[in-house]
């Protein structure tokens, strides 16, 4: 099982600008971000395959949020700019070693704590 440590989420106005890491203790075939706000389900946000180093994102990021990794670190980042309130929500980390499409949260067999992110209006 891989362990994953995020970091990174806190409170910030709309319009402003967090960034999210997420360490892995071992490299695997593609990480993610998934979220989940209060009352909806779990939510495909970004991910990139880790060899090749595509990524993906969900539409309602793309252009304001960018997944990029470390690769000396196994870690991953999400830099979120221009935040709106409904970004608000839990912000988890996944990985998997299996060749799945990365924006599924079921392909996806190791999760992070959470982390909150929240943006005031």
């Known amino acids: 099982q891989v362990q994953l440590v995020e970091s990174g989420g806190g409170l910030v106005q709309a319009g402003g600008s967090l960034r999210l890491s997420c360490e892995a203790s071992?490299?695997?075939?593609?990480m993610g971000w998934f979220r989940q706000a209060p009352g909806k389900e779990r939510e495909f946000v970004a991910a990139?395959?880790?060899?090749?180093?595509?990524?993906y994102y969900s539409d309602s990021v793309k252009g304001r949020f960018t997944i990029s990794r470390d690769n000396a670190r196994n870690t991953i980042y999400l830099q979120m700019n221009s935040l709106k309130p409904e970004d608000t929500a839990v912000y988890y980390c996944?990985?998997?070693?299996?060749?799945?499409?990365?924006?599924?949260?079921?392909?996806?067999?190791?999760w992070g704590q959470g982390t909150q992110v929240t943006v005031s209006s």
């Open positions: 071992v490299s695997r075939n593609a």
């Open positions: 990139l395959r880790w060899t090749v180093g595509n990524t």
């Open positions: 996944a990985a998997t070693s299996r060749n799945i499409p990365p924006t599924v949260a079921a392909g996806y067999s190791s």
